[in-house]
């Protein structure tokens, strides 16, 4: 179980909410407008915050700080950045994500190192698989036995500048393509991780675990 804080209860806000709460954690939604909050469904437990999803004081109601992820989700790309920033930046929030209408601005925001999900692409799923592990470690593909699965890895910050085939050596994987500035990129020989890139690999569904253990180190030091 973990907790949510959620920037936005809109369409999209209330399903990311009653998604998260039917699997067990603990959710927070602001929203400026106390009538928002009328989307959510009568049942719903979680904490209903009105300000400003930017306002430190905000999202101290909301429980950021004990937050383990932080989507912004509102109707304007500018709260949302703006958010998903003071979210990461003061409250060290590990995982985030900003919903933004402008695909143009994608490039400054992965410079940043703030994952986006545009509007014309968006969709409840895409919010869910960059701050709950499990989904994005359930896969965007699965081939027809099931043993393998194309995923999204998550990676320490010291895997920056390292070359993908030795991310790839040492995780026992094949890394298909980047997402890197908001587009795909296929990776060559020579290409390095690079920071506010997303991975995107095949892997062994029986290894996720071990997997993620693996990237989620530091790689070794060579001697």
Same mark, same amino acid.
């Given at each position: 179980?973990?907790? !949510?804080?959620?920037?936005?209860? /809109?369409?999209?806000?209330?399903? $990311? &909410?009653?998604?998260?709460?039917?699997?067990?954690?603990? *959710?927070?939604?602001?929203d400026q407008?106390?009538?928002?909050?009328?989307?959510?469904?009568k049942?719903?437990?979680?904490?209903?915050?009105t300000?400003?999803?930017?306002?430190?004081?905000?999202?101290?109601?909301?429980?950021?700080?004990?937050?383990?992820? !932080?989507?912004?989700?509102?109707? /304007?790309?500018n709260?949302?950045? $703006? &958010?998903?920033?003071?979210?990461?930046?003061?409250?060290? *929030?590990?995982?985030?994500?900003?919903r933004?209408?402008d695909?143009?601005r994608?490039?400054?925001y992965?410079?940043?190192?703030?994952?986006?999900?545009?509007?014309?692409?968006?969709s409840?799923?895409?919010?869910?698989?960059?701050?709950?592990?499990?989904?994005?470690?359930?896969?965007?593909?699965?081939?027809?036995?099931?043993r $393998?699965?194309?995923?999204e890895?998550?990676?320490?910050?010291e895997?920056?500048?390292?070359?993908l085939s030795?991310?790839?050596?040492?995780?026992?994987i094949?890394?298909?393509?980047?997402?890197?500035?908001?587009?795909?990129?296929?990776?060559?020989?020579g290409?390095?991780?690079?920071?506010?890139?997303?991975?995107?690999?095949?892997?062994?569904?029986?290894?996720t675990?071990e997997?993620?253990?693996?990237l989620?180190?530091?790689?070794?030091?060579?001697?």
């Amino acid at each position: 179980m973990a907790h !949510f804080v959620i920037m936005g209860c /809109g369409r999209v806000g209330a399903t $990311l &909410a009653h998604t998260l709460e039917d699997a067990g954690h603990s *959710v927070a939604i602001i929203d400026q407008d106390e009538r928002a909050f009328r989307r959510l469904r009568k049942s719903f437990t979680g904490r209903k915050v009105t300000g400003v999803g930017f306002d430190r004081d905000t999202l101290k109601q909301a429980g950021v700080e004990e937050a383990y992820a !932080f989507a912004a989700v509102s109707s /304007g790309d500018n709260s949302n950045i $703006l &958010a998903t920033r003071v979210a990461r930046e003061t409250f060290h *929030v590990a995982h985030v994500v900003a919903r933004i209408y402008d695909p143009g601005r994608a490039e400054i925001y992965q410079r940043l190192g703030i994952p986006t999900v545009a509007a014309v692409r968006w969709s409840a799923d895409q919010v869910l698989r960059r701050i709950l592990p499990e989904q994005h470690l359930a896969g965007d593909y699965r081939e027809p036995s099931g043993r $393998l699965v194309l995923a999204e890895v998550d990676l320490h910050p010291e895997w920056i500048g390292h070359r993908l085939s030795s991310i790839e050596q040492a995780a026992g994987i094949r890394i298909a393509f980047l997402t890197r500035f908001g587009e795909g990129l296929l990776p060559q020989g020579g290409t390095a991780y690079q920071e506010g890139d997303t991975v995107h690999a095949m892997l062994n569904l029986e290894r996720t675990s071990e997997i993620s253990r693996i990237l989620a180190k530091a790689p070794a030091k060579e001697s």
